[in-house]
């Protein structure tokens, strides 16, 4: 894999976080790589209570929170899917999500076929 390490560090550990820290417990979460003919495509999947349509374009703005209750002291500072969102645009990429209510939530991003390192082998 080609591209800044530490960005695509902090974005897949963000995503993996987030899936952790904002699912019930005993909710089942999946974490992924899979090659495509496009590139490598990344994704955090769970079967939890899902978000509801109108929070997902805002998810990505700084300090944005679906759970008004919560706050920094409580769970995060909003800035997790922010940075993510620089990160994978930082690699010709986007962010994915996609939720239904009471079904679970996708986050993915696909890194583009020339990131990706060449096997000479």
Do not use: C
Request: hydrophobic share 35%; charged share 25%.
């Amino acid at each position: 894999m080609l591209g800044n390490e530490e960005q695509l560090r902090s974005a897949i550990s963000n995503l993996v976080y987030n899936a952790v820290n904002h699912t019930p417990p005993g909710t089942e979460i999946r974490v992924s790589w899979q090659r495509t003919p496009q590139g490598a495509l990344f994704s955090v999947e769970d079967n939890g209570p899902g978000i509801a349509p109108e929070h997902i374009p805002r998810l990505t703005e700084r300090f944005y929170r679906v759970d008004k209750a919560r706050s920094r002291q409580t769970g995060g500072s909003g800035l997790g899917l922010a940075i993510v969102k620089h990160a994978v645009n930082h690699h010709d990429s986007r962010l994915e999500i996609d939720s239904t209510v009471g079904k679970g939530t996708r986050f993915s991003f696909l890194l583009p076929e020339r990131l990706i390192a060449k096997n000479d082998a």
